[in-house]
């Protein structure tokens, strides 16, 4: 039997990877031929910024001129001024895959926490609501995700406004992909990044993790310590639900390579020597499958077995704080 994912979950998911797919974790921010990222999209500083020496700054950070860069700060350029929509000189570093004029300011005192407020015209590339902390979780440019956690990056610093999205760097790590992946999660969780923040108010980050198969990351954050018991918002599944749903779909566990079918039986037994149920999960899973969905069937009986979990979560918390 097929069964597909809710499709709350599933939306949610898929923005994500779209997201992920537009942001600087894919090539866009990457230099073109002959052309910086600046050029491309018309990136002047004197559009974004008023006082002379940050307009400096920003055309020396453009010039790889890190001598130039010192000069500038040490004659009192601000490096951490925000211009129009919260640009700042850092962001103005980020592309094109120069790291020591990243790195730099950094160094010296840039703050990559800066939300800023429009995409300045890069369609899509950068999004309102985002910030170098969280451009840094998706890049696949090396070096700059150390770069942002060794000068301040905040782990649980919220991306918000982006198509609808609302998630912590955990999120857009899991979402990002990529190599490094592991070390990347293990560092944001000892930098004190919290596992079960909702992303969207709806997705845990173990469950985006099993959803894209990332067994590793899910076990790496079962052993930190993450609630498993943690529900989608607006379904009645938890993470055991999702490692089951890797069963199905066109390929199922065909898609796996071995090390991904050994890392998803370590969950399996880490979940099952925790109290969890493989086989009630798939059970669950084949009664949600059986409920018709065009005819409105599979919403109303969703909403009452979620209405009924939530009755007897507030009896439980309730009866313990008695």
């Known amino acids: 039997m ?15 990877t779209m997201i992920a797919c537009l942001a600087p974790g894919c090539d866009a921010l990457s230099v073109l031929p002959g052309r910086t990222f600046h ?22 950070i453009e010039a790889n001129d890190l001598s130039e860069m010192e000069r500038l700060i040490k004659a009192g350029a601000d490096v951490n001024a925000q211009g ?21 300011l950094l160094e010296h005192g840039a703050n990559p926490n800066v939300i800023v407020e429009s995409d300045f015209g890069t369609k899509g590339n950068i999004s309102a609501g985002e910030s170098v902390t969280h451009m840094a979780c998706e890049t696949h440019f090396a070096g700059y995700f150390d770069a942002v956690f060794d000068h301040g990056g905040d782990p649980n610093l919220r991306r918000t406004g982006a198509s609808g999205r609302d998630a912590t760097p955990l999120f857009n790590v899991i979402t990002a992909g990529g190599r490094n992946r592991r070390e990347k999660v293990q560092r ?6 919290d596992m079960n923040t909702l992303s969207d108010g709806v997705t845990p980050p173990m ?9 590793d990351l899910v076990l790496i954050m079962l052993e930190a310590g ?3 018991r943690t529900y989608d918002r607006h379904e009645c599944q938890r993470l055991i639900h999702l490692v089951v749903r890797q069963e199905f779909g066109t390929v199922g566990l065909k898609a796996l390579t ?12 880490w979940l099952e020597d925790h109290g969890e149920s493989y086989e009630e999960a798939k059970a669950d899973i084949a009664r949600w499958d059986s409920w018709g969905r065009t005819s409105g069937e599979y919403d109303r009986k969703m909403a009452a077995e979620i209405a009924e979990r939530k009755a007897r979560e507030k009896a439980e918390a309730e009866q313990k704080a008695e």
Request: net charge positive.
């Open 84 to 104: 129009k929509d919260k640009m700042t000189p850092l962001l103005w570093a980020f592309p094109d895959t120069r790291l020591p004029r990243f790195k730099w």
């Open 2 to 16: 097929v069964v597909n994912k809710p499709t709350s979950t599933l939306r949610a998911l898929s923005i994500a």
């Open 258 to 269: 071995p090390q991904m079918q050994e890392d998803r039986a370590a969950v399996i037994k």
């Open 188 to 193: 944001l969780i000892a930098a004190g990044a």
């Open 39 to 60: 050029q491309r999209y018309g990136w002047k500083a004197e559009d974004y910024f008023t006082d002379p020496k940050v307009i400096a700054l920003c055309k020396a």
């Open 207 to 215: 469950q985006a993790a099993s959803w894209f198969k990332q067994n």
């Open 226 to 228: 993450a609630d498993f």
